[in-house]
T-cell receptor, first 117, second 109 residues
C-alpha cells in the first residue's frame, strides 16, 4: 500500500490569494492525481500529475488556475490560484499502486480542506 | 456520455444486511471499484471486480455483471462504524476512473 501525506490539512484563505498544497508519498509511484470534492459531492478529477512533464488537465480545469508540479516520483504540489469562494472544497491527492500495492489499487491522501472567504 | 448511478442514501439496522447497487454506462470497461468514505475523511479502497461474479472479503462482498452494466456491494452483520458513503467507480477504456456520486449509508441501532 502507499502512505500519503498532505500539507496543509486545512486552511482559510482570502479571496484573490493563492494556496499551494503538498502531497508526499512514502514510495515511488507512477501515477499521481489531484481531485476536488465539494461537500456532499463525489470526486472530480482535476488533473494527472506527470513526472518530468506538464500535468494533464480535465475539462473545466486549466493550468493557470491550478498549476501542478511533479519534480519526482514521490512528491507533487497543486496550487489553487486567485481563489474565490467557489474554490472552497476538499482537495485530495491520490496515487495508484505503490510499494506492495496492486496495480489497480488507488490510495488517497487525507485531503486538504480549503475555505475561501 | 458516461454515467454511474447509485442510490443517494440508504438506511439499515445494526446487525442486518444491506445491498448497495451501482449501474454504469461507460466508454469501455477495465474494472469496477468500491470505496468507503467516512465523513471528513479520504476514500479507502474496498474492492475491485473485473470479471463477472462475486468477490468476498470478510463482511463485504462485491458482485459484477458486465453484460448488465451492474454491480452491488453487500455488507453483512452491519456495525455502527459502517455508517459512511460508499462510492462506485468504473475504470473506462482510457484507464480513467469515472466516479459515482456515492451512497450515504445510515446505520440505526
Amino acid at each position: 500500500s502507499a502512505v500519503i501525506s498532505q500539507k496543509p490539512s486545512r486552511d482559510i484563505c482570502q479571496r484573490g490569494t493563492s494556496l499551494t498544497i503538498q502531497c508526499q508519498v512514502d514510495s515511488q509511484v507512477t501515477m499521481m492525481f489531484w481531485y476536488r470534492q465539494q461537500p456532499g459531492q463525489s470526486l472530480t478529477l482535476i488533473a494527472t500529475a506527470n513526472q518530468g512533464s506538464e500535468a494533464t488537465y480535465e475539462s473545466g480545469f486549466v493550468i493557470d488556475k491550478f498549476p501542478i508540479s511533479r519534480p519526482n516520483l514521490t512528491f507533487s504540489t497543486l496550487t489553487v490560484s486567485n481563489m474565490s469562494p467557489e474554490d472552497s472544497s476538499i482537495y485530495l491527492c491520490s496515487v495508484v499502486g505503490g510499494s506492495g500495492g496492486d496495480d489497480y489499487e488507488q490510495f488517497f491522501g487525507p485531503g486538504t480542506r480549503l475555505t475561501v472567504l | 456520455g458516461q454515467n454511474i448511478d447509485q442510490p443517494t442514501e440508504m438506511t439499515a439496522t445494526e446487525g442486518a444486511i444491506v445491498q448497495i447497487n451501482c449501474t454504469y454506462q461507460t466508454s469501455g470497461f477495465n474494472g469496477l471499484f468500491w470505496y468507503q468514505q467516512h465523513a471528513g475523511e479520504a476514500p479507502t479502497f474496498l474492492s475491485y471486480n473485473v470479471l463477472d461474479g462475486l468477490e468476498e472479503k470478510g463482511r463485504f462482498s462485491s458482485f459484477l455483471s458486465r453484460s448488465k452494466g451492474y454491480s452491488y456491494l453487500l455488507l453483512k452483520e452491519l456495525q455502527m462504524k459502517d455508517s459512511a458513503s460508499y462510492l462506485c467507480a468504473v475504470l473506462d477504456s482510457n484507464y480513467q476512473l469515472i466516479w459515482g456520486a456515492g451512497t450515504k449509508l445510515i446505520i440505526k441501532p
